[in-house]
Nanobody, 124 residues
Framework: QVQLKESGGGLVQAGESLRLSCAAS????????MAWFRQAPGAERSFVAA????????LYAESVKGRFTVSGDNGNNTVYLQMNNLKPEDTAVYYC?????????????????WGQGIEVTVSS
């Protein structure tokens, strides 16, 4: 059973940066794919970015390409989401997710384990 806990959210102004962390425990993460999703107020949850832990394959939603970077720290079992040039439309609850497959996917239902989520608010 993998447990995920997000941290690093908060309130920032448009154009600023924020780094989210997702600490994972309860499993060997070498074969896992870790992903970030987000859910804006009144919207469905949507894919943001993913990284395959060992091979470092990455995948990004078009809306965040060039602004967000996903990375992992094997030693700390932690995955990060560096968010630069934030926009008000990035305001959402951000969720960390994980599952055992070798190629990242945007498909929400593919991920078995989820964190509780953390709020990110970007003011204009």
């Amino acid at each position: 059973q993998v447990q995920l806990k997000e941290s690093g959210g908060g309130l920032v102004q448009a154009g600023e940066s924020l780094r989210l962390s997702c600490a994972a425990s309860g499993g060997t993460l070498g074969a896992y794919t870790m992903a970030w999703f987000r859910q804006a107020p009144g919207a469905e949850r949507s894919f943001v970015a993913a990284i395959q832990w060992n091979k470092r394959y990455t995948l990004y939603a078009e809306s965040v390409k060039g602004r967000f970077t996903v990375s992992g720290d094997n030693g700390n079992n932690t995955v990060y989401l560096q968010m630069n040039n934030l926009k008000p439309e990035d305001t959402a609850v951000y969720y960390c997710a994980a599952d055992r497959f070798s190629v990242p996917t945007m498909r929400e239902r593919s991920y078995s384990w989820w964190g509780q989520g953390i709020e990110v608010t970007v003011s204009s």
